[in-house]
């Protein structure tokens, strides 16, 4: 469809979700703004394959997904090391109050495995449907699903079960929480 | 019924939550939307207002790259 002032509205009124997601994903405000441009150039470039009706916000960020993914693919190596040094900083550190503990919980989901870290922004921040999200990611809604899960799950280990690298028993879970309640 | 040790020890468990803590999940939502509204507040940066009005404006000009003028109004 052609760019309406209504469609050109609709697109700038998705710049701030699209930023939150680009930030989520790539856990660097610069490289997200970039990506964000590319995407709304993109999206631009291409409006006449939007479908009049259907979910703008899902058509931008399946573009913007499908950006960090080709980026990501280039960059691997640096934002893997960018990890490591970051993650080293904070693993000595209990949460000690709010603003660390916002910090840690942005370097446990960038432990996650991109498929898992994707879903679950889409789903539980976004406020995607499991459906909508599983058309960005170009999967089934059942993979969206378990994808969150063992984000879920992945982040729980990693922020509330002391030292483990995988999820461990259940026991451990209820004694972190029961014992630490107060 | 199951005991809940079955599902211990394994890194993933399929179909269920897997026996994670409701308030851990809550947490994990909580933090997760916080961080991403975060972002949200923050709205519109000029630079892609900006952008969009520049595309916008050089609709028919097939090049994008000359960010310095607009050449919309005046010109048919």
């Not at chain 1, 441009?37 to 291409?46: D, G, Y």
Request: glycine letters at 8%.
């Amino acid at each position: 469809m052609p760019l309406t002032d209504s469609l050109r509205d609709d697109i700038l009124a998705s710049v701030p979700s699209l930023r939150a997601f680009a930030i989520s994903l790539s856990g660097n405000g610069d490289r997200a703004d970039d990506l964000v441009q590319e995407t709304l150039l993109r999206a631009l470039a291409n409006i006449d394959s939007f479908q009049p009706g259907s979910n703008l916000p899902a058509w931008l960020f399946t573009i913007l997904r499908n950006l960090f993914r080709s980026d990501y693919r280039k960059r691997r190596r640096e934002v893997e090391d960018a990890d490591g040094s970051y993650a080293k900083t904070l693993k000595t550190q209990p949460a000690q109050n709010a603003h660390l503990e916002f910090e840690e919980f942005r370097a446990a989901l960038e432990k996650l495995p991109q498929d898992q870290r994707e879903a679950l922004i889409l789903v539980g921040a976004s406020g995607f449907s499991y459906e909508d999200a599983a058309a960005i990611c170009g999967c089934a809604v059942g993979t969206i699903k378990s994808r969150v899960n063992r984000a879920r799950s992945k982040l729980s280990a990693l922020l509330y079960v002391d030292g483990a690298d995988d999820f461990g028993p259940d026991e451990t879970v209820r004694a972190v929480i029961g014992g630490s309640g107060g | 019924m199951k005991d809940v040790k079955s599902q211990a020890g394994r890194s993933a468990v399929p179909g269920k939550q897997g026996g994670l803590n409701a308030e851990i999940q809550s947490r994990i939502g909580h933090q997760l939307r916080a961080m991403y509204d975060d972002v949200v507040r923050q709205g519109v940066p000029d630079r892609f207002a900006d952008l969009i009005r520049k595309l916008d404006a050089s609709d028919d000009n097939p090049q994008l790259g000359n960010t310095g003028e607009i050449k919309n109004d005046g010109r048919e």
